[in-house]
């Protein structure tokens, strides 16, 4: 199979070029390489690779500054989105995008499913839904909600600042009232080639590892794991004023996944593979 992966050097991107180099021909673009925005660019790229397959890891992720920047957000994860579930319908290819819990207010007391209502409370997630929508341009589609994503080469995710810090004998503070389903990349990058090789019906599905937490419990598991003296400031979501509203509790649950045959592994054992990795 050939694929074309979109947003590459990213913090998933790399771990979709990790998993697919030794099983399909991959071709790896970067931000440098394609902006999902440039119509013009998309269509050559996809003319040139001739993929059955593109995966799009290119993102706006910068969920405050979208506030300000509601274009850029729009145009990388909507119209970017649009562009390239076009060019995927036009060559008969799958369409693989990557999308959030942040879609959903926060509000229900147990883990959302496909079936629950968006409703977005921030421009980036507003951004992020319409990309949700706009990817179903492409008949063969998948939309994969991921959250909190850990892993891969950038660490810049909320695990490994955490992560730092204890490594660093730093205090870290942490969220005791959101809870999460966090995500490996390298389990969502599993998840994306049993969904390629396995291919169940179009939609959104759930990729999160298994189970839920808050910010705080992980960061003890985080303690426990790396078996070092720390100190966790635990802190509220009320007491940290931030510019874009986010979901409080945004637990998902992975049982369309499941059903179609694609089980996650729980995020305590992701996040011990993680940290026990060379
Ligand atoms: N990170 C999370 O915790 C999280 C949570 C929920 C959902 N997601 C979703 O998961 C997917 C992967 O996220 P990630 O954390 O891997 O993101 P990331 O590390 O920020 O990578 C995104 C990549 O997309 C590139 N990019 C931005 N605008 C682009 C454009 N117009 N054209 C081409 N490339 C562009 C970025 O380049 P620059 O770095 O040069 O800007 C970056 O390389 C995204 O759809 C994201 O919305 C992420």
Redesign the pocket.
Known sequence: MRLLV??A?????AAIVKMFTNRADVVPM??AA????DAAAVGRAVADASPEAIVN?????DVDGAEDDASTAL???AI?VLTLARAARSRGATFVH?????VFDGTLDRPYTEDDEPKPQSVYAAS?LLGEWFAADAPSHYVLR????FG?P?R??TVDRIVDAVRDGKPSRVFVDRTVSPSY?EDVAGATARLLALRPASGVYHCVNSGWTTWYELAKRIVEILDRPAELVPVRVADVPLRARRPQYAALSNRKLRDAGIEMPSWEEALARYLTSP
């Open positions: 979109c947003g050097s990213g913090q998933l991107g970067t931000r394609l902006d999902i925005a890891c290119a993102a706006y992720n145009s990388a994860n970017g990557y999308s959030t819990d942040f992020k991921v959250e909190s994503l891969g950038r810049r995710s990349v």
